[in-house]
């Protein structure tokens, strides 16, 4: 099964119900294929959303058996709120909040960790403003790991 078409498929189809797909995978489990479709919109997913896509999802496979033959397990979820950052989408979502990222530096084999919101994303680099130390941009892949910092009031 060709992969990279099915998350095209996944991904025109979940486009169309007013959301972005995050992450498709597929993987066996018990025996059949299990696949993974996760998503966002702007202002979150909520559950209707979550049913809209596995029942518009589930229709579309029954009815076109070659894109994903014989049975499968069709799991449709959000991302969540700590979700990993990766990608230029991933930190324009999250511009004006805060998030933790982990970086490499100039230094080879030193990372630096820091706590900062997330101003701007632009041709590859992300500009950050941290408390203390005012703004400063580092290179979109030179980030190891990032999360949205999640506050409670």
Do not use: W
Not at 53 to 73: A, H, I, K, N, W
Not at 81 to 88: E, H, S, V
């Amino acid at each position: 099964m060709n992969t990279d078409h099915l998350k095209d498929v996944v991904r025109d189809r979940v486009k169309a119900l007013g959301m972005s797909l995050i992450d498709l995978n597929l993987r066996r489990g018990g025996g059949r294929p299990v696949l993974a479709v996760i998503m966002d919109k702007e202002g979150g997913v909520t559950l209707d959303d979550c049913v809209r896509v596995s029942q518009d999802l589930s229709r579309f496979f029954d009815e076109t058996p070659e894109e994903m033959p014989g049975s499968y397990l069709l799991e449709v979820s959000s991302p969540g709120l700590d979700r990993p950052l990766k990608t230029a989408e991933d930190f324009e979502r999250v511009v004006g909040r805060l998030v933790r990222v982990t970086a490499r530096t100039s230094e080879p084999g030193k990372t630096r960790t820091f706590t900062a919101k997330v101003l701007s994303v632009s041709e590859g680099r992300i500009t950050f403003e941290a408390k203390n130390q005012g703004a400063f941009d580092i290179a979109l892949d030179s980030v190891i790991r990032a999360v949205r910092e999640i506050g409670f009031k």
